[in-house]
């Protein structure tokens, strides 16, 4: 059974940081491509940034190239989302999940976490 446990969230000034974490089961890590996502109020949910399962191919939304830096340790199973230069529009519910490709972020699994919540605001 797939688990996904995102931890790291908070309130954070515009300009601000935090790392989310978050710490996958069920499937094997180190073979597995990742993601991360968020969900603004009102909104659908969307990507932000994935990882190859070595670690070694990246891809960001336009809205995070930049700012956001995604990194993985398979040790831990456990994937990182360094958020940097944070803005109000980057207050969502973030989650991760297995997902099929890095360049198809398309989650493998209907079932997510709880998320944690980001919210950016002065």
């Known amino acids: 059974q797939v688990q996904l446990v995102e931890t790291g969230g908070g309130l954070v000034q515009p300009g601000g940081s935090l790392r989310l974490s978050c710490v996958a089961s069920?499937?094997?890590?180190?073979?597995?491509?990742m993601g991360w996502f968020r969900q603004a109020p009102g909104k659908e949910r969307a990507f932000v940034a994935t990882i190859s399962a070595t670690g070694l191919s990246k891809m960001y939304a336009d809205s995070v190239k930049g700012r956001f830096t995604i990194s993985r340790d398979n040790a831990k199973n456990t994937v990182y989302l360094q958020m940097n230069s944070l803005k109000p529009e980057d207050t969502a519910v973030y989650y991760c999940?297995?997902?099929?490709?890095?360049?198809?972020?398309?989650?493998?699994?209907?079932?997510w976490g709880q998320g944690t919540q980001v919210t950016v605001s002065s």
């Open positions: 999940n297995f997902i099929t490709g890095v360049y198809t972020p398309t989650p493998l699994f209907a079932s």
């Open positions: 069920g499937r094997t890590f180190s073979n597995s491509n």
